[in-house]
């Protein structure tokens, strides 16, 4: 009786033993992303706190910056591990798409119509509104009222802004001119969404939203109207408001006036 006991705690530390290279072997599911329909490199960035820039480089992405649904992206800088070899496979679909692409490639991507749509929506206003924006945005606060239901903290993942107390229907206006790079709902816990990019270095995000006025690919003024506040994805009515430095989650209570 006893050898038997001693034997199944032996197995049962060998299981154990084993589990985190079990563990390990499946974590490269986390260093790629399945593109879903609506989501563009600015949202996926913005999800995972890179710049969109560095997931484009990983990914052998150029402007404008056009995304597929169902395209698999790494989502990890390179050195943390070896890219999916899904993601191997996109830069051939797109290099020779200038001239040899959309005749060869046609039939194979049959089920991938989606390009077209994804590939005009950014280039003339990237070209137009780049050039027009400042290097150093002026920031205004989003909304009228400037009581912070809750602070910025770098150290917890669910602080990477802060949240804005008001009323259902409350004006959320731009904290600065820029254009708009995302609007929708497919952001896990940030509800109806906006983001926009100021310049290369800055973008700002507006969730919990109850109805958005603009969309994507709109040139937006500082102070213009860009939605009412609401409570998608939250408990209350309230606007969580982020500034996005070269893609990092920045303390936006440094940039807004004083209050």
Known sequence: MHSLATQL???????????PAVLVTGCGAHMRHVVEPGETLYSIGFLYGYD??????????????GLNAGQVLRVVPPEVGTPPPKVRS????RKPAPVVGPAKEGPRAAGRARTPVATPIAPLPVKRTDVAL???PQWRWPVKSRKVLQTFSANDPGRKGINLAGQRGNPVHAAAAGR????????????????????????????????????????????????????SGAQRPMLHFEIRRNGKPVNPLRYLPQR
Request: net charge positive; charged share 25%; hydrophobic share 40%.
């Open 9 to 19: 705690i032996r197995r049962w530390l060998l299981l154990s033993s084993l589990l």
């Open 180 to 231: 708009v790079v995302y609007a929708g709902s497919g952001l896990v816990r940030y509800g109806q969404l906006i983001i926009i990019k100021h310049n290369e270095k800055y973008l700002s995000a507006y969730a919990h939203n109850d109805k958005l006025r603009v969309k994507e690919g709109d040139v937006i003024r500082a102070g213009q109207r860009i939605a009412d506040m609401g409570s």
């Open 134 to 136: 400042p290097k150093n």
């Open 90 to 93: 996109k830069p051939p679909v």
């Open 52 to 65: 969109y820039r560095k997931i484009a480089q990983w990914n052998g992405i150029r402007p404008p910056y």
